[in-house]
């Protein structure tokens, strides 16, 4: 099959003039043009040999799906995401799906048509019936079964790691604050670690949680407040719970650390600007980032994966809350 | 000059399956396969076809230029965007130029290649002398001369808003606190507007300011400190900035609002979970970045635009520093 340097030789100009033509970009002399395109058709130049061409440029991006970049957590995430992709020349489309699942499945699309080299992020649909075992997506904090890979922090520990410091700055009676999501995400291990070692240590804890999402915040805190009013350590399962815990708290005169030890998981702050600083679970965000794309990375080459979830170690970090 | 339908009529297809094997995506059968490129070749079905088709589903793309997508003020816009974007079918691309002006160029590049639609969005190279005047560019902040258009708050009455309020709440001898660019921004008028209207109410003023970026916060704050103990109000050119002075001052033993007033610019604070919740000249970031899009969308269209720069509209957002 003739190749774009037969069609170059042919017509005798350089290759990258016949991409020129091709492409349609840049400037070629009209009289180029037509040497160019007799000799395309001359030596019956495979359109195939184009799609895959654009198909090379096409697929050197890869789509982001978040529930909002907006979301800190989010927009440190995506800003790794796309430095981890710009070393390898890949370039990033970004979708906000929150509250739009359907827009998931245009990139979905994409992807099957070879549009988009890979997707990663937190999906809402259910894709895994819909994708095989090779597909390149990579997905964050949300388990599919088996085919999907999934990279996250590791969630039980960080519950873990909770409790500890919890009882460790004082707390008899920690309890856990979340959410249960409908499908399971790995963010649920959260609880699962907090109880966990509570029973280990023997410690007497209390969960509190409500279907997600949580509708009106201000109600389910202020539940909470009612029910549990002698808990002194709370773990609530995202760093804003907690911060949005500690205002309704503070209004009914609790004080943090001294009455109620508080401990959150994110670490959306990156500065010390703004009080109060949160001791919290720290997620590795950009260890995250970037395993996300070698791992996709991996998938599109077909080199195997050893593993189908992969846990990335939390620390805790100290602020002004325990 | 063949048409693909006639590549599915002589090979006895569907087009979609003449498109599936040019594009080689889905599943096509070896020897449906066979004959769709059997028929291309004996119609010299030509390439430039497919690269124009594949073109035109490139153009639903617009490239989003940013320093960071990890400050909140441009994670707020890039939401904002990609939503406006999404109502028209648009993808958007997602660029973290700070730091690497360079990476720029490559979406330049895809434009000329008409790649993407258009690009939006704070640049840091010098665009204007490589654009011709209806190239689709919408800048934010950032007024070039004349061939590119630029959307971006009313800093100039931002400036004179917060010299008001800092002088309402009881200031005496305010200060402008900011950061001069090489290039001239229209953040820069924040400064203007400020001293503008000391001036015409005749009230004494400070203005402090160093050559952007600053490399030493601490350093610049505290030299700040050192020179202008008298100063009793503060408008600083970024809330981070207020925040940051607001941090050292306290260290001195300075009370805000009490021995200072201070009001920032941006209103990146969208929850009122963490303090000090700043008195701010609030960015209008969600008209700023559908109009972006808006006259993008013109620009693309080939609709003249009536003016260069857009001016929207700012409000002076009461927190707990005035």
């Not at 965000?285 to 599109?300: D, F, G, P, S, Y």
Request: glycine letters at 6%; a neutral charge.
């Amino acid at each position: 099959m003739a190749s774009i340097k037969d069609v170059a030789n042919l017509a005798g100009v350089a290759v990258g003039t016949v991409s020129r033509v091709i492409n349609n970009s840049g400037a070629v002399k009209p009289v180029t043009r037509k040497k160019v395109e007799k000799a395309i058709q001359e030596l019956n130049y495979f359109p195939n040999e184009v799609a895959r061409n654009f198909k090379m440029q096409k697929s050197k991006m890869v789509a982001l799906l978040l529930p909002s970049i907006w979301n800190p957590l989010f927009s440190e995430l995506a800003y790794y995401i796309e430095d981890e992709l710009d070393k390898e020349g890949f370039k990033l489309m970004l979708c906000n799906s929150g509250g739009k699942p359907e827009k998931e499945l245009y990139y979905l699309e994409m992807l099957r048509q070879n549009k988009v080299a890979g997707i990663v992020g937190i999906t809402y649909n259910d894709i895994e019936n819909n994708v095989s075992n090779d597909i390149p997506i990579v997905s964050i904090d949300r388990h599919f079964n088996k085919k999907i890979t999934c990279v996250t922090s590791d969630n039980y520990e960080g519950g873990r790691l909770a409790l500890r410091e919890l009882v460790k700055a004082g707390a008899r009676k920690p309890a856990f604050m979340g959410s249960v999501t409908s499908v399971f995400s790995e963010t649920m291990n959260r609880r699962k670690g907090f109880v966990r070692e509570a029973q280990a240590l023997g410690v007497e804890y209390v969960v509190y949680e409500e279907p997600d999402p949580i509708v009106d915040d201000n109600a389910y805190i202020n539940e909470f407040l009612n029910r549990h009013g002698d808990v002194d350590g709370v773990f609530a399962i995202t760093d804003m719970l907690a911060a949005n815990y500690m205002d309704k708290a503070r209004r009914q005169g609790i004080r943090v650390p001294e009455d109620v030890k508080v401990i959150g998981y994110d670490g959306i702050q990156d500065n010390p600007f703004f009080h109060p600083i949160l001791s919290t679970i720290r997620q590795p965000v950009e260890e995250m980032a970037r395993m996300t794309i070698r791992l996709l990375h991996n998938k599109i080459e077909g080199i195997p994966l050893e593993k189908q979830v992969y846990h990335i170690p939390v620390i805790f970090r100290q602020g002004e809350t325990t």
